[in-house]
């Protein structure tokens, strides 16, 4: 019996074969993981009728883990999206997006080491919008005290727990004094547990001018939904795009580790794309299981075949295909542990 | 030369209003309220919210994160008038404690109010 069983999820697009690198990666660390392959999106319309077959949801609800590739969300066909259904289904309401800088991306950064913790699960994003009249659209933010807690909870534990300093809040609390106020308290109400964590609050629009300024000043950051989700893409800005930008989406129960880069159809079957995101994703995944060793190991690999710039994949100058760079991260990682 | 409001305003289109139905926002703390179809006159509960996730009918994971306050869609069963929606509210509030209710309409034939994951 295997150590570990994670469902994989390789998703659309470039999705299997990104997926299929990280794979090859994965096992060649050594861990010892049984994968349970399912399938998602637009292919699954066709078979079971929906983006997300509850084959998928069962897999995942056995597994408590998963790994998953790109998906591509129809706009305007009336489908639900896959990624929000499984956010709500499993209530993965901590979204964990780290982004530090990568030498070979040559940054004009010194520093560069944020984890944010985005809440995933409410304010605007809870769906409840109305025409209130024919001139007028209204949608609700909803944010609650128990949400709040919660991933202010998070955040400081995971901090404490991987050896960071300093949590910053971040919110719009002189305006939306009642939804972002209630965001806010819950934060400091939370860092009480935490008296060895420094934490402080920073107003979002400060936050955005501050981190393009000089991001080397933030450690981690804790946002409601709408906020987290622009900042955490500005944050893969300023590491260089979201190709090297890893994410998770964990709940109380299971976590759902992915990049959060699109399924680039376009090039699809091609074996052009970097696979880095979901490989860094991958590396979070083996942390989160206890393998931090070989997600060191990993990790270093990477590093260094990225640092030579020999094999690696046209978006950061190179011309190797998506697992030519993934068996040189391998060869990296064998004469490393020799 | 008309200003940019006055110009915005020019290019209001007026649509087709319908009422179908009301979402109202009950609060208890007795877990997913439960109605009788057409206990409050004629209107039949489509589906009820907690923070946006849909709890019923139909699955609702034990990890959900639930509040005191339910979104609870009411659609009409036949078409309804203004006072049909205040009495429906009337006699709900004998039996429930409500913090707001939002009429739905449909434009021109379209629903002018969003689904629930």
Same mark, same amino acid.
């Not at chain 1, 944010?116 to 109305?130: G, K, L, P, Q, V």
């Not at chain 1, 998070?154 to 004094?177: E, P, Q, S």
């Not at chain 1, 070989?294 to 690696?312: C, F, H, N, Q, S």
């Not at chain 2, 039996?95 to 707001?100: F, L, R, Y």
């Given at each position: 019996?295997a150590?570990? +069983? +994670?469902?994989?999820?390789?998703g $659309?697009g470039?999705g299997p !074969?990104?997926? $299929?690198a990280?794979r090859?990666?994965i096992?060649?660390?050594?861990?010892?993981?049984k994968? !349970?392959?399912?399938?998602?999106?637009?292919?699954?319309l !066709?078979k079971y009728?929906?983006?997300?077959? $509850?084959?998928?949801?069962q897999s995942?609800?056995k597994?408590?883990v998963a790994?998953?590739?790109?998906?591509t969300?129809?706009?305007?066909?009336g489908?639900?999206?896959?990624n929000?259904?499984l956010r709500k289904?499993?209530?993965?309401?901590?979204?964990?997006?780290?982004v &530090? %800088?990568?030498p070979?991306?040559k @940054?004009?950064?010194d520093?560069?080491?944020i984890?944010n913790? &985005?809440e995933?699960t409410?304010d605007s994003?809870?769906?409840? =919008?109305?025409m209130?009249?024919?001139e007028?659209a209204?949608? %609700?933010?909803?944010?609650?005290?128990? #949400?709040?807690?919660?991933i202010?909870d998070?955040?400081?534990?995971w901090a404490r727990?991987?050896?960071r300093?300093k949590?910053?809040?971040v919110?719009?609390?002189?305006?939306?004094?009642?939804?972002?106020?209630?965001?806010?308290?819950?934060?400091r $109400?939370a860092?009480k547990?935490?008296p060895d964590? =420094?934490t402080?609050?920073?107003? +979002?629009?400060?936050c955005?001018?501050?981190?393009?300024?000089n991001?080397?000043?933030?450690d981690c950051l804790?946002?409601?939904n709408l906020?987290?989700d622009?900042?955490t893409d500005?944050?893969?800005?300023l590491?260089g795009g979201? #190709?090297?930008?890893?994410?998770?989406? +964990?709940?109380d129960?299971?976590?759902?580790? =992915?990049?959060?880069?699109?399924?680039?159809?376009?090039?699809?079957?091609?074996?052009k794309?970097?696979p880095s995101?979901?490989?860094?994703?991958?590396v979070?995944m083996l942390r989160w299981l206890?393998?931090k060793?070989?997600?060191? @190991?990993?990790e270093k690999a990477?590093?260094?075949?990225?640092?030579?710039?020999?094999?690696v994949?046209?978006?950061?100058g190179?011309?190797?295909?998506?697992?030519?760079?993934a068996?040189?991260?391998i060869?990296?990682? &064998?004469?490393g542990?020799k | 030369m008309p /200003?940019? /409001?006055?110009?915005?305003?020019?290019t209001?289109?007026?649509?087709k209003?319908?009422l179908v139905g009301v979402?109202?926002y009950i609060?208890t703390?007795k877990?997913?309220?439960?109605?009788?179809?057409?206990e409050?006159g004629?209107f039949?509960c489509?589906?009820i919210?907690?923070r946006? /996730?849909?709890?019923w009918?139909?699955?609702v994971s034990?990890?959900l994160?639930?509040?005191?306050?339910?979104?609870c869609?009411?659609?009409? /069963?036949?078409?309804i008038?203004?006072h049909?929606?205040a009495d429906?509210?009337?006699?709900?509030?004998?039996k429930?404690?409500?913090?707001a209710?939002?009429?739905?309409?449909?434009?021109?034939?379209e629903a002018g109010y969003?689904k629930?994951?």
């Amino acid at each position: 019996m295997a150590k570990h +069983v +994670v469902t994989m999820i390789p998703g $659309e697009g470039t999705g299997p !074969e990104i997926c $299929e690198a990280v794979r090859m990666v994965i096992d060649a660390s050594g861990v010892d993981i049984k994968w !349970e392959y399912e399938d998602i999106g637009l292919d699954c319309l !066709e078979k079971y009728g929906t983006l997300l077959p $509850e084959k998928t949801i069962q897999s995942i609800a056995k597994n408590k883990v998963a790994l998953k590739g790109p998906t591509t969300t129809p706009i305007g066909t009336g489908h639900k999206s896959a990624n929000v259904t499984l956010r709500k289904v499993f209530d993965l309401y901590a979204n964990v997006r780290p982004v &530090r %800088l990568i030498p070979a991306l040559k @940054r004009p950064w010194d520093k560069l080491d944020i984890i944010n913790f &985005r809440e995933n699960t409410e304010d605007s994003y809870a769906a409840i =919008e109305h025409m209130v009249s024919d001139e007028v659209a209204q949608c %609700l933010k909803v944010i609650t005290w128990p #949400g709040s807690y919660r991933i202010a909870d998070f955040a400081l534990k995971w901090a404490r727990d991987n050896g960071r300093k300093k949590v910053l809040c971040v919110h719009k609390a002189n305006i939306m004094k009642m939804t972002d106020g209630l965001f806010l308290e819950a934060f400091r $109400e939370a860092a009480k547990k935490y008296p060895d964590i =420094e934490t402080g609050d920073i107003i +979002v629009d400060n936050c955005a001018m501050q981190l393009v300024r000089n991001p080397g000043q933030f450690d981690c950051l804790v946002l409601p939904n709408l906020y987290g989700d622009i900042l955490t893409d500005l944050c893969a800005g300023l590491m260089g795009g979201l #190709g090297f930008a890893p994410g998770a989406n +964990v709940g109380d129960n299971c976590a759902i580790f =992915e990049a959060v880069h699109g399924s680039a159809p376009k090039y699809a079957g091609m074996k052009k794309v970097n696979p880095s995101a979901v490989l860094i994703s991958g590396v979070m995944m083996l942390r989160w299981l206890g393998e931090k060793e070989a997600a060191d @190991r990993i990790e270093k690999a990477m590093y260094a075949v990225l640092d030579e710039g020999k094999t690696v994949t046209y978006d950061v100058g190179g011309t190797a295909k998506t697992d030519e760079y993934a068996q040189a991260i391998i060869d990296k990682m &064998r004469a490393g542990t020799k | 030369m008309p /200003t940019f /409001t006055q110009e915005a305003i020019a290019t209001k289109k007026k649509k087709k209003i319908e009422l179908v139905g009301v979402d109202l926002y009950i609060i208890t703390d007795k877990g997913i309220p439960q109605f009788a179809d057409g206990e409050f006159g004629p209107f039949k509960c489509e589906f009820i919210s907690n923070r946006g /996730t849909k709890v019923w009918p139909g699955f609702v994971s034990p990890d959900l994160l639930m509040v005191n306050w339910y979104r609870c869609r009411f659609m009409a /069963t036949k078409p309804i008038k203004d006072h049909e929606v205040a009495d429906f509210l009337v006699q709900l509030s004998k039996k429930w404690e409500w913090s707001a209710a939002q009429k739905l309409w449909n434009y021109d034939g379209e629903a002018g109010y969003s689904k629930a994951y």
